[in-house]
Structures are given as structure tokens and as C-alpha cells.
């Protein structure tokens, strides 16, 4: 018979990573800390608090419009997929700890993490 019930030991152990996002002047003007659910993407997380971040192709790993800047906690991550590095390549404000925010799950450690000023997305369409 299946398990129907949730191992609670195992659920408390899991330390939900807080992501914190620097101020921007369009999508989060004060900044946020935010909860990480288990397995759940950068982009995810920020959307569901309600910071729109851009995310065009839907997450689905095929445009750059949901660029950031990891500024801590970049050794932390899994690598980048070819994918994502090669669309990283056309993003705006390209650094050394760029990453797609729909791709990039944080695993037990926090994360601080910059949007960029701009992208390369011509009409915001307010996710």
C-alpha cells in the first residue's frame, strides 16, 4: 500500500533557501527576501511573491528575458545547461555569474541576486 502521509523528519530537515533580490527600478524598487521552495526556480519563486520578474518564453529556457546577476551563492548552483549558456550569450549585461532565472534552482544555500537594468525583450507583456 502507498505511503499516504508526508515524513515529517525529512520535510523539517530541508532549509528553504532565501533569495535575496537588490532593488530595481521597475520590478522591485525596495529589494526582497524571499522564500525557496523545494525544486523550485529563481523565477518561480519571485513571481510567486509577486515580483514580476520578465519571463517571455514562459520559462521554458528559450529567450533571456529573465536574465540575472548572481552576486552570491553562484558556486552553490548547479552549472549551466549549453542551452542556457548559449542563450547567455546574447543577454543584455552579460557577466561571469549570469544565469537564466527560470533554470537556476537554488539547493540549500541563500542566494543574492541582481536584475539587470535592461533586456532584450521589446514589449513587456506583465506577466
Known sequence: MPKLYVDVVKVSRYK???IKIFPHHE???NGAVIENLPG???CEAALRNGIKIEHACEMSCACTTCH???RKGFNSLE???DTEED???KAWGLEQTSRLSCQTIPINDDLEVELPRYNINQVSEDH
Open 16 to 18: 528553504m533557501p532565501k
Open 27 to 29: 520590478i522591485c524598487p
Open 40 to 42: 523550485e526556480t529563481v
Open 68 to 70: 540575472i546577476v548572481v
Open 79 to 81: 552549472d549551466a545547461n
Open 87 to 89: 542563450l547567455l550569450d
